[in-house]
């Protein structure tokens, strides 16, 4: 029955294998559907941010050099509010109303907030650009640029807005939709494909008949590759049948899939589809030092890395998060599963020579207690778990109060 | 102009204005697309989990009598694979080859794993359900139970297989499919509104006349939106036209919106579209103090909570942070925006009676230091920013060192 290979020695061989999905073709999206992508490439601002010079507050556009004794009342020449148009240049000795972003006419330096001015009945002699309207009083004296903003001073144009390999957050598609931009390159997501295998399984909802159950891998592995940023191209369930088997994997290369996921048909049974496939192809079958999870495989088919999970639901979940999910947050920018070191609420025992990830929920004491046993088809107590203890291999028992590395779920 | 609110008191009252989102309709979602969604209700399980008694090993059913005595030999009455189908009763003093998962046969009540067992060539004597093939010499005894699934084992019909206000992992869609559960019942999600005010903004991409700017905030607070677990079911920009904007607001409602985010109209101005439509309604605008982003506003709107932010870009989104996301990522069951303390890299000074938020940067050292300055126009800056630096009303300038609080972007 071969070796029991240690865990990081497989999870360095199928990183090895997926290292090819690192370097990711790029597509264009549209700036509102970029949220969560990974930018291609540096993206450059074609404009200046912002893209003319105007007024950081509602208030007078004045030369700074006509406000210096105050106070002083200068005839109001005019108003420009925020929109389409280039304002009247601005006589030397007058002010004009101007609105929060509105162009600042030319031979204005300043902006004297509203807050230090005064006028007659507010509002009420306002008029829109050009057209004499009264006189405005200034009672603080402003220095040329105060309340002005330069055409570029956030951002010249031709400068990078966003950095290549950048997870776009909100505010980065506010950035890019401000520099005038409407799509963005970004990395493709990883292409899988999941196929469950076993002439038990049934689709989740359908009669079952005696021997049958619903297959809960195929929901679990798409739902978790999304999870981790991919995409689902193909997914598919099939009878222990090699021929089916070999017309999916086909189907998922058409499909575009650049990652094929199985699960079942790999242990040392007599109906071992997954092992009969690719065996004969150069895949490896056989053993991993872990429980769940203990049989893996992993294969090459038409240039698609094939990972083979365990049928068992806790162990082809785990499988994922173990030995593919990693590599997949990685492209995708997100942060890897968090790990702690709590105190176990009760003694364990575990098996020696495998490395043992228990399922646990965290107590109202912060301490961990294992959910359900270990037993790799209890698929209940892994939805009522949140994070996993890993007990090393040379470790056999535990006592209540020791300390135990945990992934959350 | 009115006092300024104090950041807290306004962040209360717009999160009592929003309570009424709290109480969330329910919808049937497909399992397969109820990924991060949340349980409505506790979920049961209609069937025994797993359905029915199974064999957990590779290996021999047998009656644990016959095999107290090792090493001891027994006819293989036959097979049992995984699959439909019922197996035919142990005949006493005999054993069968029986794969995982596969239903054990009635009169079996212990498995033997193939590895404590020795047969003639192996595989080679295997025929499917029936028919007796060789013997097979049992190494080790096994008592009652061992390597069995009772059905049920894991869970019971009518058993609660999911809680309700779950939100919805891979593993929790697992349980639910091995249920044999096709649907979902789980909370709808927050449906809203996005309206860009100003008769400067054009669409992002659009040719820039003089005095045009592309809106940035559209495209922010709808990403923002999503971000937090809600969805956007109506967007739009309208220039600064009473009438646009409450077409917009009808449009809003119309589509289902329960709660409209505006950006812009709700400064001192004399084109303040938002201040024009709500003030008569009954409306709240004015100014709360903090930095940026002291302009707001709050309404009713034919029974939708209407949130008025600042046009500037930065303070629409900082807005937005502060006063809904958390309330709506709290429905979406999403954790809060995190917190740190941090010590700055440089001096800083801020403006006395505002809560400042200026925009930061981790640095190498842990640090955190000031990216561009305080102008909310400063959308580029933004975007280089991982944290938000928080300075208190009272506190007007800080050395390099001093410990302040952030918020993760």
């Known amino acids: 029955m071969g070796e029991r290979i240690p865990v990081d020695e497989h999870a360095r061989f199928v990183r090895s294998l997926l290292s090819g999905l690192g370097a990711r073709p790029t597509e264009p999206v549209p700036v509102a559907a970029a949220l969560d992508r990974?930018?291609?490439?540096?993206?450059?601002?074609?404009?200046?941010?912002?893209?003319?010079?105007?007024?950081?507050?509602?208030?007078?556009?004045?030369?700074?050099?006509?406000?210096?004794?105050?106070?002083?009342?200068?005839?109001?020449?005019?108003?420009?509010?925020?929109?389409?148009?280039?304002?009247?240049?601005?006589?030397?000795?007058?002010?004009?109303?101007?609105?929060?972003?509105a162009p600042l006419p030319d031979g204005a330096d300043a902006v004297v907030p509203v807050e230090d001015t005064e006028t007659g009945a507010p509002g009420n002699d306002t008029v829109h650009v050009g057209g004499a309207a009264g006189a405005v009083r200034i009672l603080r004296p402003r220095r040329a640029g105060e309340y002005v903003r330069e055409a570029g001073s956030d951002l010249e144009a031709g400068a990078d807005v966003l950095p290549a390999g950048l997870r776009l957050a909100p505010r980065h598609l506010a950035a890019a939709a401000a520099s005038g931009l409407t799509e963005?390159?970004?990395?493709?997501?990883?292409?899988?494909?999941?196929?469950?295998?076993?002439?038990?399984?049934?689709?989740?909802?359908?009669?079952?008949?005696?021997?049958?159950?619903?297959?809960?891998?195929?929901?679990?592995?798409?739902?978790?590759?999304?999870?981790?940023?991919?995409?689902?191209?193909?997914?598919?369930?099939?009878?222990?049948?090699?021929?089916?088997?070999?017309?999916?994997?086909?189907?998922?290369?058409?499909?575009?899939?650049?990652?094929?996921?199985?699960?079942?048909?790999?242990?040392?049974?007599?109906?071992?589809?997954?092992?009969?496939?690719?065996?004969?192809?150069?895949?490896?079958?056989?053993?991993?030092?872990?429980?769940?999870?203990?049989?893996?495989?992993?294969?090459?088919?038409?240039?698609?890395?094939?990972?083979g999970f365990p049928g068992n639901p806790v162990s082809a979940q785990l499988s994922f998060e173990l030995f593919v999910a990693p590599t997949l947050r990685a492209i995708a920018g997100l942060p890897q599963a968090r790990t702690a070191q709590l105190e176990l609420a009760a003694p364990l025992v575990s098996v020696g020579g495998r490395r043992q990830f228990l399922r646990g929920r965290r107590a109202g004491d912060?301490?961990?207690?294992?959910?359900?046993?270990?037993?790799?088809?209890?698929?209940?107590?892994?939805?009522?778990?949140?994070?996993?203890?890993?007990?090393?291999?040379?470790?056999?028992?535990?006592?209540?109060?020791?300390?135990?590395?945990?992934?959350?779920?």
């Open 38 to 101: 990974i930018t291609a490439s540096p993206v450059e601002s074609p404009i200046d941010l912002p893209p003319f010079r105007n007024s950081q507050m509602d208030g007078f556009a004045v030369r700074a050099a006509d406000i210096a004794d105050v106070p002083v009342e200068l005839p109001i020449a005019g108003e420009v509010a925020a929109g389409p148009g280039v304002p009247q240049p601005l006589a030397p000795g007058t002010a004009v109303r101007i609105m929060t972003g």
């Open 184 to 307: 963005l390159l970004v990395r493709e997501r990883v292409r899988v494909a999941v196929v469950s295998t076993g002439s038990e399984l049934v689709p989740p909802g359908a009669e079952l008949r005696p021997g049958e159950i619903p297959d809960a891998n195929g929901v679990a592995l798409a739902a978790a590759v999304r999870s981790t940023g991919a995409v689902v191209v193909h997914e598919a369930r099939v009878r222990d049948d090699v021929d089916r088997l070999r017309a999916e994997l086909d189907a998922a290369r058409d499909a575009g899939a650049e990652l094929v996921l199985t699960s079942g048909g790999i242990s040392k049974g007599a109906y071992e589809v997954v092992r009969e496939l690719i065996e004969p192809l150069g895949g490896w079958v056989g053993s991993v030092a872990m429980q769940p999870g203990g049989p893996q495989a992993t294969a090459a088919y038409r240039g698609m890395p094939v990972i």
């Open 366 to 409: 912060g301490r961990v207690e294992v959910v359900g046993g270990p037993g790799s088809h209890l698929v209940a107590a892994l939805a009522a778990s949140d994070v996993l203890i890993v007990v090393p291999e040379a470790v056999e028992t535990l006592d209540a109060g020791a300390v135990v590395d945990t992934v959350e779920l």
